[in-house]
């Protein structure tokens, strides 16, 4: 079991940057493999970066690739998303979500935080 809490939300211009952090409680936290996914309002859940156990493997959505980094520190039980260049498409609730398994972070993961708002205006 592994919970997670989110933080680092918040509103900012075009342009801007942001920087989410994902705390998570337990001590396996570099067994499991993490993510960012994001929901726009009226819109799905979509997946935005995950990246593996150990931060060597990491992997994005084409509407982030270059603008976004996601990031990992194990000793701290942290996962990050640094977000550059925001446009007013990014605006979104951002979850922070885990799973054992690489192909289940990518699908359905086992474990999510509560989210946190991102606003970007124009």
């Known amino acids: 079991q592994v919970q997670l809490v989110e933080s680092g939300g918040g509103l900012v211009q075009v342009g801007g940057s942001l920087r989410l952090s994902c705390a998570a409680s337990?001590?396996?936290?570099?067994?499991?493999?993490m993510g960012w996914f994001r929901q726009a309002p009226g819109k799905e859940r979509a997946f935005v970066a995950l990246i593996s156990r150990s931060g060597g493997s990491t992997s994005y959505a084409d509407s982030v690739k270059g603008r976004f980094t996601i990031s990992r520190d194990n000793a701290k039980n942290t996962v990050y998303l640094q977000m550059n260049s925001l446009k007013p498409e990014d605006t979104a609730v951002y979850y922070c979500?885990?799973?054992?398994?690489?192909?289940?972070?990518?699908?359905?993961?086992?474990?999510w935080g509560q989210g946190t708002q991102v606003t970007v205006s124009s």
């Open positions: 979500a885990a799973d054992w398994a690489w192909s289940g972070l990518q699908s359905r993961p086992d474990y």
């Open positions: 337990g001590r396996t936290f570099s067994s499991y493999n």
